[in-house]
Structures are given as C-alpha cells and as structure tokens.
C-alpha cells in the first residue's frame, strides 16, 4: 500500500484558507488520493478525491502535485466546524482496501 | 434513505465475554469495512468483506476477533473473551463496489471492558 505521511497537527484563524498536506511518494500511477475528516466523537465523513486533476467541491479543493508524490487539501474559509482529523489516503489499485494513517489535527482559532 | 446503520452505540463488556457489533450498510452498497480506533489514536482497519466473501483481513487479530458479511443481514464483527485492550471505537464503512469508490462510515460502536 502507498504510505502517506501528514503533519500531526495544524492551526488556522477563522475565515482564513487552510492547506493541509500530504505526502505520498509511493503512489501508483492508478492509485486514489482521497481525504476523509473525523469530528470530535464522530465516524469519519468523506471530504474529497482525485487522480490527477485538481478538483473542487462544495466542502474544499484538493490540488495534487504534477508528479502525484504529494497532494494539498484547501479549506477556503476555515469555520469552527471545521475543527477535525482531516486523513489522507491512498488507495490500493488492486482493490478497495482504504488505509487510515494518524492524519491532522487540525485547530481553528476564533 | 438511512446511511450505515451500526449497533449497539454502546457496549459494555465484563473480561471474558464476548462482544457482537452489527454494521447495516447503506442501500445499494456490497462493500463492507470495519476498523478500530483507540482512544487519542487513528484509525486502524481492521478487514474488508463483500457479501459472503473475506477479500482483506490483514488487519485482524489472529484470535478471537472474526468477521462476516452473509447473504441477508447486517455484517457482524465479533470479538470473544474480551480483554480490557478490546475497549475501543469500531467504525464500519460501505462502499458501491470497485474502483475509486467513497466510504460512508457509520457513526460507530464504543465497546468498553471492565
């Protein structure tokens, strides 16, 4: 499985855009890059996903690097709610298998 | 349109028993996950199922826990002769099927072991 490496944790002021990172320099050329989020004492929720191409949702915009090595989750306008572990994954591309790392703690001062 | 139902919300287990966890997917989907999340730690998967089939159980315990996903009802995670160590968060997931599918997860089961 290709390994992703994230930063522990991060701060962000309210109403300002968050890039949350993420490393994964062993992905395959068919592999996934998807972002989930895990509120206080929630299931995860899916955030975001991609291939290739930068993409853009009502939650956020995931850029990914020309190379794939390495992806960026963007938080346009941080709120409170989003204060969470934002995980980046991943995926196999001989099958479904999603492999959580420890994420990001991510921290939205008022 | 229900998302993926999970029960008991909570559980709590003397050592020695065992536990049962059920996991209703959402409609429409035949792929199911399970994973253990500790306190202050992330998410660990546990295994994968489809209905009838284990595709992915690297992630099990060898004894004790075991897993199933049958024809007609809820997948079941099952962990006998619990041990303080088992108290956690378990999650359960569904997907469509193959391919770059999205995970709907459950809101989870909060085992505790006394």
């Known amino acids: 499985d290709a390994k992703t490496t994230q930063p522990n944790s991060m701060e962000s002021n309210e109403e300002e855009p968050v890039h949350l990172p993420c490393n994964h320099s062993?992905?395959?050329?068919?592999?996934?890059i998807h972002w989930y989020r895990q509120l206080p004492s929630q299931g995860p929720e899916y955030v975001i996903h991609?291939?290739?191409s930068n993409v853009n949702n009502r939650m956020a915009s995931l850029a990914i690097a020309e190379d794939r090595k390495s992806s960026t989750l963007i938080l346009h306008r941080a709120t409170l709610r989003d204060a969470a572990v934002y995980y980046c994954?991943?995926?196999?591309?001989?099958?479904?298998?999603?492999?959580f790392g420890t994420g990001t703690s991510l921290t939205v001062i008022p | 349109n229900a998302g993926v139902m999970q029960n008991p919300r909570h559980l709590v287990r003397r050592r020695g028993q065992e536990a049962r966890l059920r996991c209703s997917p959402m409609?429409?989907?035949?792929?199911v996950y399970w994973y253990r999340q500790l306190p202050e730690e992330g998410l660990k998967f546990m295994v994968y199922?489809?209905?009838?089939?284990?595709?992915?159980e690297s992630g099990m315990p060898k004894e004790r826990f075991s897993a199933e996903f049958p024809k007609e009802g809820p997948s079941i995670l099952r962990i006998q002769q619990v041990v303080r160590g088992d108290s956690a968060a378990y999650f359960c997931?569904?997907?469509?099927?193959?391919?770059?599918?999205?995970?709907?997860f459950g809101a989870g089961s909060r085992l505790t072991v006394l």
């Open positions: 997931a569904s997907s469509p099927g193959a391919g770059a599918n999205v995970l709907t």
């Open positions: 409609k429409g989907h035949s792929h």
């Open positions: 199922l489809q209905k009838e089939n284990i595709i992915d």
């Open positions: 991609g291939l290739t």
């Open positions: 994954i991943s995926t196999l591309n001989t099958g479904n298998q999603f492999y």
């Open positions: 062993t992905i395959s050329g068919t592999d996934y």
